[in-house]
């Protein structure tokens, strides 16, 4: 690499920025691919909040409508069924990466700090109680 681009690189812009955070992160050697998982999830969990509204778009909570309203979305809206299915088998994966990552958390010791840790299991009961009541606000 020249000088210019190492210049450029390491200026004080957005790309400097960038530079820092991506490239020249200081990270242990021992990182392993059960390091990634955290990303994972949050890539998952916005798959699950945008399939999630595109569901809601079209879905009818009445008791006598809520059948046919899905049959709707399965059948008539183009990519429905594709939406449908990755909804709910997302939400699948999504817990066991979850779980995952509380086993890497629990066999690391990331116990130890406690913001983390609290904050995790916070996010962790907010999400179960999401996943069993199916949606926050009526």
């Known amino acids: 690499m020249g000088e210019m681009e190492k210049s450029i690189r390491k200026g004080k812009g957005v790309i400097g920025a960038m530079d820092s955070v991506i490239i020249d992160l200081p990270s242990p050697k021992n990182i392993s691919y059960m390091w990634g998982y955290g990303s994972l999830i949050g890539v998952l969990l916005v798959v699950q909040i945008v399939s999630g509204v595109l569901l809601a778009m079209h879905y009818i909570s009445h008791i006598e409508e809520a059948f046919k309203a899905v049959g709707h ?66």
């Open 73 to 138: 979305i399965t059948r008539d809206i183009r990519e429905g069924h594709i939406v449908r299915y990755l909804h709910s088998n997302g939400a699948t994966v999504l817990f066991m990466g979850l779980y995952i990552h509380i086993g890497r958390g629990l066999y690391y010791g990331g116990y130890r700090q406690k913001i983390v840790w609290v904050s995790g299991v916070g996010l962790y009961i907010i999400m179960m109680a999401t996943a069993f009541i199916g949606y926050v606000l009526p």
